[in-house]
């Protein structure tokens, strides 16, 4: 279940800045225990009934602007964006599974505390991350760049407030493709969780800019793998392919002629069919056309090798036809959890 407030896991907190420990001011406000940091006296703000932990120093976010903003959006979201994306745009349909799948496998590592996921980018609840928040057996501490019932604290992910190794899981959907410097972001990963914990992540290969000024990178499936070289893949595969790639292009042709979001989200669902044709599209060429694309792993003692990521290229359609029968199958979901280094999964 969500951890939505502070004081529960004041234990594992850590400051963004320096990476001191955290205590609980007489205003009741988070500041750090190390002499000479600058929040040493001056507490982190607290905003919209949420912890503001970042080090506005080192970030792509504005101290004035989020204090004067109450740290809300900067992009505008709304509930039938989120609809019709999911109608017209698709989702990833095994993000469920996987969820699942973590949740079993941090239950497995239960210790004198309850196990800990982390969830990035929560501002918003992941379609088929729902699992996480459902459970009673692991606690989810999740944050984003904004305030939002669904965190625990507001965060920039290049500078996790948490210390080393407090982390069973993280789950990264939909983050990657949004921050400045992402192998910081996922060495941030690395470092919060324990040897051997788990990983999901979910990101854009080709897919349009999506928020704005936000939005930086996108990968290949390879280079998807590159970036996580520090995890085994334990399962992979593409969230959506190139029937979803033409609906897409349909979509900002529309938007681009009637010049409005709104009308070419409605003007491109006539098309949506065609991403039915996704489930028919040979594996090799589909997972080179990938709009999404997502990961299942564990963190490895070291990373790969050059000669593990051209391996890689090889083994992606085997991964992806194995992930067809992961969500029917719990002997399979047991065994994946057992996995553990092999090379013919890294």
């Known amino acids: 279940m969500l951890v939505d407030d502070t004081s529960a896991i004041a234990d594992l907190l850590a400051c963004p800045i320096c990476g001191g420990n955290l205590r609980m001011s007489g205003s009741e406000q988070l500041q750090c225990e190390r002499p000479g940091c600058g929040h040493h006296q001056a507490p982190f703000p607290r905003l919209g009934g949420k912890d503001v932990l970042i080090d506005f120093d080192d970030s792509v976010l504005n101290r004035e602007t989020t204090l004067a903003s109450g740290a809300t959006s900067v992009v505008g979201r709304g509930r039938w964006r ?43 609840i992941g379609h088929g991350s729902e699992p996480l928040y459902a459970t009673t057996d692991a606690d989810i501490i999740a944050f984003d760049i904004y305030a939002s019932p669904n965190i625990t604290f507001v965060a920039d992910a290049h500078a996790i407030p948490l210390r080393d190794g407090v982390a069973d899981g993280v789950w990264i959907q939909g983050v990657l493709e949004l921050v400045v410097d992402p192998r910081k972001v996922v060495a941030e990963a690395s470092r919060i969780l324990k040897p051997g914990g788990l990983m999901f992540t979910d990101t854009a290969f080709m897919w349009p800019v ?47 002629l009637l010049r409005s979001t709104k009308l070419g989200q409605i003007a491109a669902f006539p098309f949506v069919w065609i991403r039915l044709l996704d489930y028919l599209c040979g594996d090799r060429r589909a997972l080179d056309a990938s709009v999404g694309m997502f990961i ?44 553990r280094g092999r090379s013919d999964l890294r």
């Open 296 to 339: 299942f792993g564990r963190k490895r003692d070291r990373p790969i090798e050059i000669d593990d990521l051209l391996s890689y290229y090889g083994e992606q359609p085997r991964l992806k036809k194995a992930m067809r029968t992961l969500g029917r199958d719990p002997k399979a979901r047991r065994a994946l959890l057992q996995e």
């Open 210 to 256: 999506c928020e704005q000024a936000y939005d930086f990178n996108r990968w290949s499936p390879s280079g998807l793998r590159w970036l996580f070289r520090d995890f085994d893949v334990l399962a992979a595969g593409q969230s959506t392919g190139p029937g979803t790639m033409t609906v897409l292009a349909i979509r900002y042709l529309f938007q681009s």
């Open 82 to 124: 989120a609809v019709l994306s999911r109608v017209v745009d698709g989702s990833n349909r095994y993000a469920a599974t996987l969820a699942r799948l973590m949740v079993e496998g941090v239950s497995q590592r239960a210790g004198q505390r309850k196990p800990v996921i982390v969830v990035m980018g929560a501002g918003e």
